[in-house]
């Protein structure tokens, strides 16, 4: 019917495959971004746990066993697995190598955090 005002029926159709089409999209960068933002929890959760861990070394070596059984001990609540190597360091005479590395769930590879001390007998 002539001079009829409103849209066709092709017209509606493409109007809905373009807003669903839109819609899916922002469904899936929204999705995305949830899950970048958990990853970056778990990185950082997991880099505080090995600073703390490395500074207590750091402050505390006469206590070392239980600094690093505790750290351990929190590690393993998220299924993660710390190791400590202390170790003298080669290219520094009279220094040891304190190396803490973080491996598990949702870290992807692992986490290590190193520093050079003087050597505590």
């Given at each position: 019917m002539p001079g009829q005002r409103g849209?066709?029926?092709?017209?509606?159709l493409i109007a809905v495959?373009?807003?669903?089409?839109?819609?899916v999209c922002l469904a899936q960068l929204v999705t995305g971004s949830n899950r970048a933002a958990g990853q970056g929890e778990i990185l950082a959760a997991a880099g505080e746990l090995a600073e703390e861990t490395l500074t207590q070394l750091l402050l505390h070596p006469d206590k070392a066993d239980s600094i690093?059984?505790?750290?351990r001990k929190q590690a393993m609540t998220r299924d993660w697995i710390?190791?400590?190597?202390?170790?003298p360091c080669p290219d520094l005479p009279g220094m040891d190598l304190i190396r803490v590395t973080?491996?598990?769930e949702g870290l992807g590879r692992p986490l290590i955090l190193?520093?050079?001390?003087?050597?505590?007998?």
């Open positions: 849209f066709t029926l092709l017209e509606v495959t373009v807003i669903s089409l839109t819609l690093i059984s505790r750290s710390l190791t400590v190597a202390i170790r973080l491996s598990g190193a520093r050079a001390v003087r050597h505590v007998p």
